[in-house]
């Protein structure tokens, strides 16, 4: 199930490039990301509030609160400078840079969280990372 969500993720992923760099024409990034966000942010808490899982906020450990804030900061930097890219860029040039972060995520998760790297992550790394300078040059 878990690759139906992903596959699902990647989709609208892909909707939200083609989207943003539609809608980014004459705004400028910082607003495009803030309202891109605001939206999101409504989702996220109508979804909580839709399954009922708002009572599990208070069992939220200190961890797990400081890796959360990080994590929607390093998003929110994230979110900022792609709708900077998108907006000076073409979105066949940007987004294949974007998902350089594959690459970075599998360094990352071996070095940080001690995940297993294969021969076969490397190789996808390496193709990866080829493609992206095919596409991008």
């Excluded at 690759?3 to 990034?29: E, M, P, Q, R, Y």
């Excluded at 803030?34 to 839709?50: D, H, K, N, P, Q």
């Excluded at 939220?60 to 400078?81: D, E, M, N, P, V």
Aim: hydrophobic share 60%; charged share 10%; proline share 1%.
């Amino acid at each position: 199930m878990w690759f139906v969500f992903a596959l699902l993720s990647a989709v609208f992923a892909a909707l939200t490039s083609i989207l943003a760099k539609v809608g980014i024409g004459g705004v400028n990034s910082n607003l495009a990301t803030a309202i891109r966000t605001a939206v999101v942010l409504l989702m996220a808490w109508g979804m909580v509030f839709l399954t009922g899982t708002q009572s599990g906020i208070g069992s939220i450990s200190r961890k797990s609160w400081i890796f959360l804030i990080l994590s929607g900061l390093a998003t929110g930097a994230s979110w900022l400078c792609y709708y900077r890219a998108l907006q000076m860029g073409d979105a066949s040039k940007v987004v294949p840079v974007d998902k350089l972060s594959v690459v970075i995520t599998l360094v990352l998760a071996f070095v940080f969280l001690h995940e297993k790297f294969a021969a076969k992550s490397l190789v996808g790394a390496v193709l990866i990372t080829a493609g992206t300078l095919v596409m991008v040059l």
